[in-house]
């Protein structure tokens, strides 16, 4: 059983549409990073969120840690292009950084 | 700006070889992590280090050790690489909670 559960695997949607994907742990964490991957390169972090109910918005996208901080949302309006990618969930977990198996989004043009 | 670098983008190794996957980061972290991302299973960690020479199994250690010799390195080996390695690698540092990660070696083990 992973740690991390990030739904869905997979999304295409078309440009302009809205979205939510997931991170779901029956774990309690004391902070949580979302990381987005683009073709050919290394995760780049995106946010951290700490304390439980935590609202972060970056431009289009708004992040929730949920009250028991054992999930996280991340919610994207009127989706682009350039949000094309893997977006990873992770936590630190002991020394280890755990991260979710991830969501392919694909907008299309 | 950060940088982690890895040292090549592209590998291409024959069943059996010795492979060394070279990471160096320019932010003196004391953190380092190894892993592997496969489609479908997201990024899984093979081993990490906390400080010079300190090593510590990840997720699916089996048939890789790493080294630290100095703080701003990190070193994968594969001790005799097999078909069931090729996969993309993945390195990072980190000093607290943000990791950053290098852009990654796509290794076919032929």
């Known amino acids: 059983t992973q740690l991390l559960e990030q739904s869905p695997q997979f999304l295409s949607i078309q440009e302009g549409e809205n979205l939510t994907v997931y991170c779901n742990s029956s774990s309690v964490f004391s902070s949580l990073q979302w990381y987005r991957q683009e073709p050919g390169e290394g995760p780049v972090l995106l946010v951290t969120v700490v304390t439980g109910g935590e609202v972060k918005k970056l431009k289009r996208l708004t992040f929730q840690f949920g009250d028991a901080r054992k999930d996280s949302s991340l919610h994207i309006t009127a989706a682009q292009p350039g949000d094309t990618g893997l977006y990873l969930c992770?936590?630190?977990?002991?020394?280890?950084?755990?991260f979710g198996s991830g969501t392919q989004l694909t907008v299309l043009p | 700006d950060v940088k982690v670098t890895q040292s090549s983008r592209y590998l291409v190794k024959r069943t059996g070889e010795k492979v060394f996957l070279e990471c160096v980061q320019d932010m003196d972290h004391e953190n380092m992590f190894w892993y592997r991302q496969d489609p479908g299973l997201g990024l899984r960690l093979i081993y990490f280090?906390?400080?010079?020479?300190?090593?510590e199994k990840g997720d699916i250690p089996e048939g890789y050790s790493v080294s630290r010799e100095k703080k701003e390195r990190f070193s994968l080996i594969l001790e005799s690489a097999s078909t069931n390695q090729t996969s993309m690698y993945l390195c990072?540092?980190?000093?607290?909670?943000?990791?950053?990660f290098g852009q990654g070696t796509r290794l076919t083990v032929v």
């Open positions: 992770a936590v630190r977990w002991g020394r280890q950084l755990t």
């Open positions: 280090s906390y400080d010079v020479k300190m090593k």
């Open positions: 990072a540092s980190s000093s607290g909670l943000v990791a950053f």
